[in-house]
């Protein structure tokens, strides 16, 4: 068993702390008295996979054995997530190809015929051949991908989507295949506790109006349309989903020991993160992002669980909150964290400031219980270059975001209002987002209006060793140094404030007592 996260207070004897700063490590000085919330060990990984997946398939949670509910004449769709999750990915085998293996066994065994594979990627760029196969496997890659029976789902394609309703928000449309099956197997890798439920599907196979219903900017509203699109999803088709809950190890030897507490670090770790210091300032910034691109996390199942939609979910919730959550005594003044070098939305792509931005204080930040660990009106201090730095392949429609919005307003609500229509039904977006590996174009806003919830919530946002063009044009301050920063929010805060360091990775689920 691994040991909880706690909540250490720096003192004369505490060592200079880990802080990520984007492509690269800084180890960091605190006052003292600040909380380091640490993150929590990874519980003990399932000791036999193929097992697990069996045990889940034979005995699930509310729905009977998926054998008896495989039949001859059936369609059968396998959807699955996309190459964002997790972040960093996984070594080969991934999960999700030993599940969807299990399944296809199981299928050839009740003589199913009519079976298809879709990557519920949603509004994110479409996964090259590549990565579809790294994902599924070679085997399943080779059956499925030729006869054009492994696609990306294609949120703009009006020939293959059908109306399965409409909510108060309006109409609910699926992935034509997914729809029109007897049987949806949905195999997800459970890594965050924030989940829809079964409006998770319509979220990855969904047309972009309806995915606009969950993502967009509605307020409390978006709890309600998400609660309505999965009873229609429910409804409209028969779904079986299956989970694997990901364990804390997001980072393969010999670096694990950088998640972990510094005062622990052997010579040997010493020594190594010496070498891995030295390296990452020597090479070319270009040439670091591509090896930070390539790393690969050594993670291990905890839990798999199949069943009713609603049952796995609440199974896999409660795993990944065992997993993840660490109790804080109380909110700080002043909250302190730092951006890795991936992103769900920058797999072997550049984290941009929108996307730097997101992972600070919508992934990081925004990971609670129900109160962020920072107090309301306080400030936050995040870590990274935020270089201007956007690539055209991926990101087209966020260049435009970052030079043609923010350079007017930074508010989510007049984005929304006056900019929104616009890009989602940009031709050109449209186009690069259905034959490359482009994100639609609405893309950014829905990324911003998850931001626009800590730019409530703190009344100052500094980054440290930050692009002060690029900070400035998205309502943030920019320091050289984290005294410096102090010194900016002194106003916000005051002179004395209490300060929290989030140290991550992995992910850390704030509970606030």
């Not at 309600?224 to 030897?253: C, G, H, K, Q, R």
């Not at 020991?257 to 020597?282: I, M, N, Y």
């Not at 839990?303 to 804080?328: F, I, N, Y």
């Not at 929304?416 to 987002?433: G, I, M, N, Q």
Request: hydrophobic share 45%.
């Amino acid at each position: 068993m691994g040991r909880p996260g706690f909540v250490l207070e720096v003192d004369d004897r505490t060592p200079p702390l880990l802080v990520p700063d984007g492509d690269r490590f800084r180890l960091e000085k605190f006052p003292l008295g600040t909380r380091v919330i640490y993150p929590v060990e990874s519980l003990p990984r399932i000791p036999d996979l193929v097992e697990a997946i069996n045990a889940a398939l034979d005995a699930p949670l509310q729905s009977e054995p998926l054998a008896a509910l495989l039949q001859p004449a059936m369609r059968l769709t396998i959807a699955f997530d996309d190459i964002g999750t997790p972040t960093p990915r996984m070594r080969r085998p991934d999960i999700r190809g030993k599940v969807i293996e299990a399944v296809l066994t199981r299928a050839a065994a009740a003589g199913v015929d009519d079976v298809a594979l879709v990557s519920a990627n949603g509004l994110n760029r479409r996964m090259t051949a590549e990565e579809l196969e790294y994902i599924v496997g070679e085997r399943v890659f080779r059956s499925f991908y030729a006869d054009g029976l492994l696609t990306n789902h294609d949120a703009e394609d009006a020939d293959n989507l059908v109306s399965i309703g409409s909510t108060t928000a309006g109409e609910v449309a699926l992935n034509a295949r997914v729809a029109n099956s007897d049987l949806l197997i949905f195999v997800h890798l459970a890594d965050s506790s924030r989940r829809r439920g079964a409006a998770e599907i319509a979220a990855g196979l969904g047309s972009t109006a309806t995915i606009g219903q969950l993502c967009g900017l509605q307020g409390q509203g978006r709890d309600a349309a998400a609660a309505e699109i999965a009873d229609l999803v429910s409804a409209a088709v028969p779904v079986f989903e299956i989970d694997a809950v990901l364990d804390n190890d997001v980072l393969a030897p010999p670096l694990e020991f950088l998640s972990g507490r510094e005062w622990e670090w052997t010579l040997k770790d010493r020594a190594t993160w010496f070498a891995v210091r030295r390296g990452l300032e020597w090479t070319p910034p270009r040439a670091r992002r591509r090896l930070m691109n390539r790393t690969e996390a050594d993670y291990h199942a905890t839990l798999v669980t199949a069943g009713a939609p609603a049952a796995v979910h609440k199974a896999s919730s409660a795993q990944v909150t065992a997993q993840q959550l660490v109790e804080v005594p109380a909110p700080a003044d002043v909250g302190l964290l730092g951006v890795s070098a991936q992103t769900p939305y920058s797999v072997d792509s550049v984290i941009n400031p929108i996307l730097a931005a997101w992972s600070a204080l919508a992934a990081s930040f925004g990971s609670h219980s129900g109160t962020p660990f920072v107090r309301p009106g306080g400030a936050l201090i995040v870590y990274h270059p935020l270089q201007a730095e956007f690539s055209p392949l991926h990101h087209p429609s966020y260049v435009d975001f970052f030079a043609d919005v923010l350079t007017v307003t930074t508010d989510a609500q007049q984005i929304s209002t006056d900019y929104e229509e616009k890009f989602a039904r940009d031709s050109w977006y449209v186009h690069l987002y259905r034959t490359s590996q482009a994100f639609h174009g609405v893309h950014p806003m829905h990324v911003w209006y998850q931001i626009a919830a800590a730019q409530q919530h703190c009344n100052d946002i500094v980054w440290v060793g930050a692009d002060r063009e690029s900070a400035a044009r998205m309502g943030f301050r920019a320091a050289s140094t984290l005294a410096d920063a102090l010194e900016i929010v002194a106003s916000t805060v005051g002179n004395a404030p209490s300060i929290s360091y989030l140290h991550s990775p992995p992910q850390i689920l704030v509970d606030v007592r």
